[in-house]
């Protein structure tokens, strides 16, 4: 595998899970695969998940691992060609990509929508500049568009729990007081359509998907109505899609938490969140301690899905 940024890149599914639950009986089975190679995991933004589980992986596979917060401590970073660099940012990313890739064998970034322009969000600049100019396999631990780690992981958690071949899985919007990105309703969409579950996205007018993710999903805005037999139940906010309010909060209508009666119109279904979860906006207290969720095996199984992916590109080298 030279690149992971989409459920493409992973190519057969099936493969892909049994892989994870191999990998996942005997983690340390490999530890000469990444011997003598480095991964550099690069964040733009906040992590608490990816970047323990990512390096945790990385570790099993026997790479070293090299980790750079941009924001803190590196130079500001221009990324837009072209520009008169005479502002707060002395480096330019066209510099330091080729520079990074110099020292490392596996790159990882993490880069969240901006929300300043649709296009450069949804064209994952940032991404494909590392992609095309660092000479390394670079894998996205969150991008503009898609958070395929955490969708891998959570495919791994709905194979390891579903009690039917073709589960229900409902994708739910919930509230949140601040714009979040669409990256893992995205990506979640799009591995749920490409596993081919049964799958509902539910949220308020407003707030549709990019089309190219919501795939074969039915879009139900009665969100009682989706939760009806639901076999899983994903709950995320995101920030509207659709132009003119691209990136913009347009309801904050707590009477869209998940909570306990809510629950009780599903298959008694498993409740999952991809964390960091603000609780009785997202999700009740009770919802989230109750024995149906999911969240923490969830967040374990982004060890899982990591060190299949840097198996992969190591592999690939
Ligand atoms: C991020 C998001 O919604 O994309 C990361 C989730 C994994 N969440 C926050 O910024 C709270
Ligand atoms: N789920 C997830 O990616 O969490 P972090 O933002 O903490 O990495």
Known sequence: MKKFTCVQDIGDLRTAVAEALAVKRDRFAR????????????????????????????????????????????????????????????????????????????????????????????????????????GRPVFSMEAATRHPLQSFADLITIEEHKRT?????????????????????????????????ELVITHPEGYELDPQFVGCARVEYDQRRAFEGADFIYAKNWAAYRDPHYGEVLSKDRAWTVDAGKMALTNDAYFMHCLPVRRNMIVTDEVIEGPRSLVIPEAANREIAAQVVLGRLLEGL
């Open 31 to 134: 530890t000469e695969l990444g011997r003598n190679r480095t991964l550099l995991m690069l964040f733009f933004n906040s992590s608490l998940r990816t970047r323990l589980s990512t390096q945790k992986a990385a570790m099993n596979l026997g790479m070293n691992v090299m980790v750079l917060d941009v924001n803190q401590g590196a130079w500001k970073l221009e990324t837009e060609r072209g520009v008169v660099m005479d502002g707060d940012r002395p480096e330019h990313l066209l510099e330091a990509i080729p520079v990074m890739g110099c020292y490392c064998d596996v790159i990882g970034i993490r880069s969240f929508a901006r929300f300043e322009s649709k296009e450069e969000d949804y064209g994952e600049r940032i991404l494909e500049q590392f992609i095309r100019y660092s």
């Open 165 to 197: 071949e073709r589960p229900k899985v409902v994708l739910t919007w919930a509230p949140h007081p601040k714009a979040l990105p669409q990256a893992v309703p995205n990506s979640f969409a799009e591995w749920m359509n490409a596993a081919d579950y």
